[in-house]
């Protein structure tokens, strides 16, 4: 199983990032996807999730209505659309991958929000 996170950076507050999650390795259309963040000195938390057929998404109260996730099962990749950036969103953002109760995590791409 690999995970590969893009499309991080500096982005000023009130900005956009669209992060992106290559998967191989495993049958990507038959599992759930979802982006966790980690900000330096909290803990790793949920950010949104998405079904195996992205019918159904669920977000955290911090990014609901800011934050879009989605997938590309053609593609194997799975996104997360960050609008209205704020400060607090500043962390290392992962996705994972759920299989066998065993949880595959990419490197993580990093995003800060400053001016």
């Known amino acids: 199983v690999q995970l590969v996170e893009s499309g991080g950076g500096l982005v000023q507050p009130g900005g956009s990032l669209r992060l992106s999650c290559v998967a191989s390795g495993f049958t990507f259309s038959n599992y759930a996807m979802n982006w966790y963040r980690q900000a330096p000195g909290k803990e790793r938390e949920l950010v949104a999730s998405?079904?195996?057929?992205?019918?159904?998404?669920f977000y955290a109260d911090s990014v609901k209505g800011r934050f879009t996730i989605s997938r590309d099962n053609a593609k194997n990749t799975v996104y997360l659309q960050m609008d209205s950036l704020k400060p607090e969103d500043t962390a290392q953002y992962y996705c994972?991958?759920?299989?066998?109760?065993?949880?595959?995590w990419g490197q993580g791409t990093q995003v800060i929000v400053s001016s």
């Open positions: 998405i079904t195996s057929n992205g019918g159904s998404t």
């Open positions: 994972r991958a759920r299989l066998n109760w065993i949880n595959h």
